[in-house]
């Protein structure tokens, strides 16, 4: 078996280890004579694998009591729908930070809904930075706050986490989730789509303050049953059957993560990965990246070369020495390198290896 490296930014790279316990266990898990994906939702060998990955998940990011986990369909994209029918509870407003093409998409779908405040925009820099916390216009009446703490396509990160008072603060955290340490019970609810940081796509974990579940009553007019955060934590997120496969293979990769120490000792390796990858860019005057130094992101490093009339040469060369999925998002162009957690060090070694020598050839 070769593995090459794979930088993709999502469907991204999964452990070596997690996909080779998931081939072993494949067709006869744990001695059952089926596979996981065969077995009842319901039956108490996957409730308990279900119950086991949601309990690593509140270990590895130290979830309080008072937050309920869910494990929800329809990716990230879907919460930019139920966000507004679940929150808003009668209220007619929401603001929105806006720092790129995630947070953009979130407020197209949150106007259908109710009126949107953008309390903060990076649009004139380009989307290279976010807004400080005094940059940011928060109306008193918003049923909450949204923001995309990671920028998946503009490599942007917040460098702190928004005070919004009482205003419940809502994230959308699929691309930096457990990629660092951070404070749950600051957030009203954390949402994520798995296949980033936690496993294949599809599923999306939503983390969320239980006095925010709302009733049928409070939920917006007309709101598909299927959407109600409220549903699905009264079932175990089972009303209907769950992604059971998505589920087990996320819990892999918890496990996983919980043996190499967690989410403090994943953090050290994540953002060495970055202070190397971002230290050779700017060190070259080949490569750059546009993003204010304190608002890099450390799970995605966009980069453009010098002249663009060699990005195909690059893609080209980088694949064939096993340097996969390298190129930028459609909407910006450039390359774009994602290093989550499952991206291995000598992977970013690797490509750090093979920029150089890129340059050195073609300067
Ligand atoms: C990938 C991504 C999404 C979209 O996820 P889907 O599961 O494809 O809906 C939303 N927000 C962010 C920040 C992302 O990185």
Not at 17 to 35: H, I, N, P, T
Not at 91 to 98: P, R
Request: with cysteine.
């Amino acid at each position: 078996m070769t593995r090459a490296f794979n930088f993709c930014a999502g469907p991204a790279a999964l452990p070596t280890a997690v996909l080779e316990r998931a081939q072993q266990e494949m067709a006869d898990w744990q001695g059952k004579g089926l596979s996981i994906m065969e077995m009842s939702h319901r039956s108490k060998e996957f409730v308990s694998v279900a119950e086991k990955a949601e309990q690593d998940l509140r270990d590895l990011m130290q979830i309080p009591d008072n937050y309920k986990v869910l494990f929800m369909q329809g990716g990230a994209s879907s919460q930019f729908s139920m966000i507004p029918m679940n929150l808003l509870r009668g209220k007619g407003k929401a603001d929105y930070i806006c720092t790129g093409q995630w947070s953009k998409k979130a407020i197209a779908e949150a106007k259908r809904y109710c009126d949107v405040n953008i309390a903060a925009t990076t649009e004139a820099n380009n989307f290279t930075s976010a807004p400080s916390q005094d940059e940011l216009t928060l109306s008193a009446d918003a049923a909450y706050v949204h923001y995309c703490p990671n920028e998946t396509i503009g490599g942007v990160k917040f460098d702190y986490i928004p005070d919004t008072g009482d205003v419940p603060l809502v994230a959308d955290y699929s691309s930096a989730i457990l990629s660092e340490d951070i404070d749950v019970s600051r957030f009203g609810m954390i949402y994520a789509g798995a296949q980033k940081n936690i496993g294949p796509a599809g599923l999306c974990v939503v983390i969320i303050r239980e006095d925010l579940l709302a009733d049928a009553d409070a939920m917006l007019a007309g709101t598909p049953t299927m959407f109600s955060y409220k549903v699905a934590a009264d079932n175990g997120s089972m009303y209907n059957t769950p992604p059971t496969y998505s589920w087990y293979l996320s819990g892999l990769v918890f496990e996983w993560l919980k043996q190499q120490g967690g989410v403090a000792a994943i953090a050290d390796i994540n953002r060495r990965k970055a202070q190397k990858l971002y230290d050779f860019i700017d060190g070259s005057d080949f490569y750059a990246n546009p993003v204010a130094k304190h608002n890099r992101s450390i799970m995605n490093v966009p980069f453009t070369l010098k002249d663009a009339a060699l990005d195909k040469t690059f893609l080209a060369e980088s694949e064939a020495a096993g340097l996969l999925n390298l190129a930028g998002h459609r909407s910006v162009g450039g390359m774009r390198a994602s290093i989550y957690n499952a991206v291995p060090e000598a992977g970013v070694d690797a490509l750090i290896q093979f920029m150089a020598e890129f340059a050195a050839k073609s300067s």
